[in-house]
């Protein structure tokens, strides 16, 4: 028992030992877990205490950070609205008033906004504070502060008349308080129509017109086709209408009426370019209108606080109206040439088989006024005073027509009878090669030469006779009709411009009967073959020079008046002498009042404007295109230049039947030579009469080396005698350039040719080479002739050498220094001249040249000029025909 309780104390001790162990080894591990926690207590406390100075650091920074790109994009958000500003308000619309100046817009840029103060932002430069008005909308003012609604009205209305063209913004007042007081300073816009003060009780009328004007411009302008008058500009490049703005500035209550048409000015205005600004009048609710509020102590503009600008300077606002009116006085300036051209892509792809069209300018509405030539009207009547832009608008028309129409199907001759060059350009020169392919005669300074004139009407006759005659053959009776039977053909219409025709008309003469009945021809059937005349004159006295042909001027049915023309319209029609400056009166009606048009002309001829465009067409020219014919009146023809010294040749063996000598230059349409034929045949021999050395040398050093052209050398003899010291250099030069085939004679000598020549006439089996004898002054050599040369005298020798020897092949070119020298040399008055088979004169009166020399009675009509003559072969013509010798060949 004892053993028991033993081993049970032992194994109770041993229990609580183990048990006391274990606690005490727990006991430590939760003292040591303690000891952790307090350690990580600890720490968690301090590192709680550290958290906000962290995070407030972290918050602070963060904080900072945004702050920053607040400011940043604050500072970009205001550069990028001063930007918008400065494209929606450049120039005059924004800029300062110590540094402002007008600024107009171009036509198709819009005017933009328009500057009335700032806006202030934290941290940012100010940014402009605009009001949209010109195309945009309206104006509303109220507030308080008069003092600051009095500053808005004169900014904006200075910024929207600097911001547009001279004359394209007009101003209608309505002050019944102050009379007008508050747009004093506009004042010098009323001299030139741009400002309208409306009295006390004349706001229902003001609002009616406005009403109307809107009316208008949607139904005839607008028409449909654009929105609204900036969309129409930026479409085309041209505003037709100027902007209006109404400043309303307020009065008393309005009538039913009137609210009525104040609602509608505002709803429908904008578009149409008419604006309101107003004060004391209520507007009704519409987005048009920009509301700007003036409080004492602060200003609104559409609900933004804005810092308002101080009023323009009063010296500013006068003197910048006083420049807007005196430009508006002295006219519009003219619209740019380009208007009239189509797109580069469109040239030349209109037909010409029914007509011709093209605008010539700009119409009041903004519409292109169009001229045609066609069936009706067939032919156009130009007038206008010196100054008034006739040449300008001539080459408007040409610049028009042609970048419409092909030379296959348009072709130009170009006739100006006064003293210039400036058509010159259409033909290739010196300074430009080009030309225009439409072209095939340009003559100008041929004021002295009206014989051109008719030259002219004569080719185009004689074209009209040759259209008629292809109608016939295809059984038509119209150019359209024969194109279409014949398109192989050529047959493009024909436009012959005549300026300062008058000059062909003037006198009593054989030149200007025929020239008006060639004109009258050809304006009453010229029309149906595509013969088309336009006639210019810048003096009344061109006008007057038809009415005695009533059926002449009825086929001018479109006539074109420029500023003060007289005579062109109908009689009680004086609309040109109220046209502006670069503007015509367009009448398509024989000048009826009720046909009138009125065209903005561009501006066409000078030189840059023009060019362009000639280049480009020139560029476009078929390959077989010809330079055009140029004529100049002033111009000294070269024989080397002439197409028919060019094209004479030798035969390559023998000699010419009848050999050519040519004397000069035609006064034609096709730069012809005038041509001496020297066949073996009575009387082929030439007397060139007058005083002129230079003129009578030039005559003979042609014809002898045209001669000598058609000759190999060694089978032709020339023989030159000259007895002038004066001529002594150019027949020098003559015998040097024929080299072997000349043989030189002088007063000394010169009887001694006539003996030889006029005794071999008879000598039988004599050679007969050609044998030219040209003689200078022969008349002086009268003393040494009348000796004995053989067994005649000299002057007998001449006789027979003149009767004999065109039949053998000797022919004299001779020159006489009067026609009475000339006749005692062929044996007196009462002589027989049948031997000089032609003749040139030169300063000779046509009386002098007598009915021996000329046929019919009285002798020519003609009056010596300088370097011109008159030539006159019995074998060929009718009637003398003028000629220009050509210039020295050295």
């Known amino acids: 028992m004892a053993d028991v309780r033993a081993r049970l104390v032992t194994r109770v001790r041993g229990m609580l030992s183990e048990a006391l162990g274990a606690t005490r080894t727990r006991l430590a591990t939760a003292e040591a877990d303690l000891a952790a926690g307090r350690d990580r207590l600890a720490r968690t406390r301090k590192a709680a205490a550290a958290v906000p100075a962290r995070v407030g650091a972290a918050r602070d920074r963060r904080l900072a950070e945004i702050d920053a790109r607040h400011t940043a994009r604050l500072a970009e958000l205001a550069r990028r609205a001063a930007a918008a500003a400065q494209r929606e308000a450049p120039g005059a619309a924004s800029a300062p008033w110590d540094r402002w100046r007008a600024t107009p817009a171009g036509r198709s840029e819009p005017p933009g906004a328009l500057r009335v103060g700032t806006v202030r932002l934290d941290g ?35 910024r929207s008349v600097g911001r547009a063209d001279p004359g394209a913004v007009r101003l209608y007042g309505y002050d019944p308080e102050h009379l007008g007081g508050g747009l004093a300073g506009f004042a010098p816009l009323g001299t030139a129509g741009l400002l309208t003060f409306v009295g006390p009780g004349g706001l229902g009328r003001l609002l009616d017109d406005l009403v109307e004007q809107i009316r208008r411009i949607n139904a005839t302008v607008l028409a449909g086709e654009y929105g609204s008058l ?64 003036v409080e004492p102590d602060d200003a609104r503009v559409a609900g933004l606080p804005v810092v308002l600008d101080a009023p323009p300077p009063p010296a500013l606002v006068t003197e910048t109206c006083r420049t807007v009116a005196s430009r508006v006085a002295a006219g519009p300036p003219p619209t740019p040439f380009t208007d009239l051209l ?42 206008g005073p010196s100054g008034t832009g006739k040449t300008n608008l001539i080459f408007a028309w040409i610049g028009a027509l042609a970048a419409r129409y092909s030379p296959a199907e348009l072709e130009f001759y170009l006739l100006d009878f006064k003293e210039g060059v400036s058509f010159a350009r259409f ?15 340009v003559g100008i300074n041929v004021n002295t030469d ?146 009138n048009e009125v065209a903005r002309i561009p501006s066409a001829s000078d030189w840059e404007t023009w060019s362009e465009l000639q280049h480009r067409l020139w560029r476009m020219r078929p390959q077989d295109a010809a330079p055009a014919r140029l004529f100049d009146g002033d111009a000294i023809p070269k024989l080397a230049d002439a197409p028919d010294f060019r094209a004479l040749t030798a035969p390559e063996q023998g000699v010419p039947r009848s050999p050519v000598a040519l004397l000069g230059e035609i006064i034609d349409v096709q730069s012809r030579s005038a041509a001496l034929r020297l066949p073996r045949a009575p009387g082929r021999n030439l007397a060139v009469l007058g005083t002129r050395v230079d003129e009578a040398c030039a005559v003979l050093d042609a014809a002898a080396r045209s001669l000598a052209r058609q000759y190999r050398p060694g089978t032709a003899r020339f023989s030159i005698a000259c007895l002038d010291p004066d001529a002594d250099p150019a027949a020098r030069a003559l015998y040097e350039d024929l080299e072997g085939d000349a043989s030189w004679y002088d007063e000394e000598t010169v009887p001694e040719l006539m003996a030889e020549v006029g005794d071999g006439l008879g000598a039988p089996g004599a050679a007969r080479t050609p044998h030219f004898l040209l003689l200078y002054a022969v008349d002086a050599a009268a003393a040494a002739l009348a000796g004995k040369a053989g067994t005649r005298t000299g002057l007998e020798q001449l006789r027979r050498i003149l009767h004999d020897g065109p039949e053998r092949r000797t022919h004299v070119l001779a020159w006489w220094r009067g026609v009475a020298r000339m006749r005692v040399d062929l044996g007196g008055a009462g002589a027989r001249t049948d031997q000089i088979g032609a003749w040139v004169a030169l300063d000779v009166q046509g009386g002098e040249l007598g009915s021996s020399l000329y046929p019919g009675s009285g002798g020519p009509d003609w009056y010596p000029r300088p370097w011109r003559g008159l030539y006159f072969d019995r074998a060929v013509h009718r009637t003398g025909q003028v000629i220009i010798p050509y210039g020295p060949s050295r």
């Open 450 to 595: 009206r014989e051109f004139g008719l030259a002219l009407l004569r080719f185009l006759a004689e074209e009209l006779r040759r259209r008629a005659d292809a109608a016939k053959k295809h059984e038509v009776t119209k150019l359209a009709e024969l194109r279409a039977v014949d398109p192989d053909g050529h047959w493009p219409r024909i436009v012959a411009v005549v300026d300062e025709f008058q000059a062909l008309l003037a006198g009593r003469d054989v030149v200007a009967r025929e020239a008006a009945d060639l004109l009258e021809d050809l304006a009453r059937r010229g029309r149906s073959q595509g013969i088309h005349l336009v006639l210019a004159s810048q003096d009344v006295r061109g006008i007057e020079a038809l009415w005695g042909r009533p059926a002449l001027v009825a086929q001018f049915t479109l006539r074109i008046a420029l500023p003060k023309a007289l005579r062109i319209l109908a009689e009680r029609n004086d609309a040109a002498q109220s046209l502006p400056r670069h503007h015509a009166v367009v009448n398509a009606e024989s000048g009826l009042a009720e046909g």
């Open 124 to 158: 940012a430069e100010p940014v402009p504070a605009l009001v949209p008005l010109l195309d945009a909308g309206h104006a509303h003012l109220a507030g308080r502060d008069r003092d600051g609604l009095a500053a808005v009205v004169p900014a904006l209305l200075l």
């Open 427 to 441: 033909a290739q020169g010196r300074r430009d090669p080009s030309w225009l392919p439409h072209m095939r005669l």
């Open 342 to 383: 189509p797109p580069p892509d469109e040239y030349w792809r209109e037909d010409s088989a029914h007509g011709l069209s093209a605008p010539i300018g700009e119409g009041p509405h903004g519409r292109q006024v169009l001229l045609t030539l066609g069936d009706y009207p067939p032919h156009a009547l130009i007038g």
């Open 230 to 293: 900036r969309e129409l500009a930026a479409a085309t490049g041209r505003r037709p209408e100027p902007w209006r703005v109404a400043v309303l500035l307020g009065g008393d209550e309005l009538s039913r009426h009137e609210r009525g048409q104040l609602d509608r000015v505002v709803r429908t205005g904008a578009a149409c370019g008419v604006h309101l600004v107003v004060r004391g009048i209520e507007l009704p609710d519409d987005p048009t209108v920009t509301r700007i509020t």
